[in-house]
């Protein structure tokens, strides 16, 4: 792990750099396979199989039976784990439902409007080198809260030719059955399309390594709309003296065992408070199943001694992380401060793992510094807002001579047309 000691300003964009590839290279390799996928659809998605998964798939779609047995390959602990973490994301994306809202905004003149849900979504689960059932649950629970109508969902199969036995039951716990065993750019390029097997859909959700990225941002240039460009995970870690080390370790790892691409930086007033954690991490390290993944990572990532903490909050502003931990004494002023994060984790005792598993916010966030201008998912990720108006006689006459002078100056006549003709109309039946 870099460590740097109060960096210049100017530095920082160049300091802090995520370890992406340049979109135009990835881009490169996405094109093709989309287009390949558009001309040939199945049968394309199969050769991918093949090429990038190892496996022959005579079908697509996951069946039947094996979504009714998932259940009995996975252990009670398990299924248990996933119940109480569906109960809880369910009840926080419950409450943000909206209600219709209805306002008589000038005599005659009454706006509205209502949540509607986008009917057919697509959700990507990644499961490359670790199958993220919990995405399923971050992705299926609002999307069934908000009645999307058709929900598909894409994730790639083991070398054997099958899906997890987690997803399948997470899936079949939540009410999705539609499931095709598709990963990568293909998969993306399968939901913006549609084949035979896979419909097209109206907007893409899901996380999923740079090509995964890539994708989605070319199926918006065919109308589908995404959910936003989440790439490698990442995490940025606020702490001082007060914070333990060896939770900020630890903290540290759980991103950087995401992928070798993936990015953890530490934040703290002290260099002497940074070899504390960087001693936890070795340590911490050397006992991880994924270990090699997690070493890669550091490798990518850097430590910021910053003493003074309204410049340290200006650095966190401007790196704009995904996972934002803050661990400090005056943390309620801290909060305050943050305007870029993708989900904020406060105090010694909340583990940035409780958000992608079970305390009920989402884990599917905006990474690469799109925390500046994106939203995490949630239920609004999955509804439109459509706006209403009804204007009586009486309205469209107070509210008419406004209309007409400003269509007037835009130039717009039979803008201004539209009402004139509605006022003569009625001034001849007075």
Request: charged fraction near 25%; proline fraction near 6%; charge should be positive.
């Amino acid at each position: 792990m870099k460590i740097l000691v109060n960096p210049d300003i100017n530095t920082w964009s160049k300091e802090l750099a995520r370890p992406v590839q340049k979109m135009k290279d990835i881009e490169k390799i996405v094109k093709p396979i989309m287009k390949k996928v558009k001309r040939q659809g199945d049968k394309a998605l199969k050769k991918f199989a093949l090429e990038y998964d190892h496996v022959e798939i005579e079908s697509l779609l996951v069946d039947r039976e094996a979504l009714d047995t998932a259940g009995q390959k996975i252990n009670a602990g398990l299924k248990d784990a996933i119940q109480t973490a569906k109960i809880n994301i369910e009840k926080f994306h419950k409450l943000q439902e909206a209600p219709p809202l209805s306002s008589e905004i000038m005599d005659g003149v009454t706006c509205m409007r209502r949540s509607v849900p986008i009917q057919k979504v697509g959700l990507y689960i990644p499961g490359g080198t670790a199958p993220l059932f919990s995405t399923v649950l971050m992705l299926g629970v609002p999307a069934k809260l908000a009645g999307c109508q058709e929900i598909v969902l894409c994730t790639p199969p083991d070398t054997r030719g099958e899906i997890h036995p987690a997803i399948l039951f997470t899936a079949k716990m939540i009410g999705i059955d539609k499931i095709i065993k598709a990963g990568g750019a293909q998969a993306i390029a399968a939901m913006t399309y549609g084949t035979a097997s896979v419909p097209r859909v109206d907007k893409i959700f899901g996380p999923g390594n740079q090509y995964v990225t890539a994708a989605k941002q070319l199926a918006t240039k065919q109308g589908v709309a995404i959910d936003m460009p989440a790439g490698p995970s990442e995490v940025l870690v606020y702490a001082d003296e007060t914070a333990i080390p060896e939770f900020v370790a630890a903290d540290l790892l759980s991103q950087a065992e995401h992928g070798i691409d993936s990015q953890v930086v530490l934040v703290c007033p002290t260099e002497k408070f940074v070899k504390k954690v960087i001693k936890c991490v070795e340590i911490q390290l050397e006992n991880l199943p994924r270990h090699k993944i997690a070493k890669k990572a550091l490798e990518n990532s850097v430590a910021v001694v910053m003493a003074n903490p309204d410049k340290a909050m200006d650095l966190i502003n401007a790196y704009a992380p995904e996972h934002l931990i803050i661990s400090v004494k005056d943390e309620e002023k801290a909060v305050s401060r943050v305007v870029n994060a993708g989900s904020v984790f406060i105090g010694n005792y909340t583990p940035e793992s409780a958000g992608d598993y079970a305390s009920g916010t989402n884990h599917t966030l905006p990474t690469n510094g799109y925390a500046r201008s994106y939203s995490g998912v949630s239920l609004d990720s999955f509804v439109k807002k459509i706006t209403y108006q009804k204007i009586t006689a009486a309205g469209i006459k107070a509210l008419g001579p406004t209309i007409e002078i400003m269509a007037e100056n835009e130039n717009l006549q039979a803008h201004k047309n539209a009402v004139s003709v509605r006022l003569k109309y009625l001034s001849k039946n007075e």
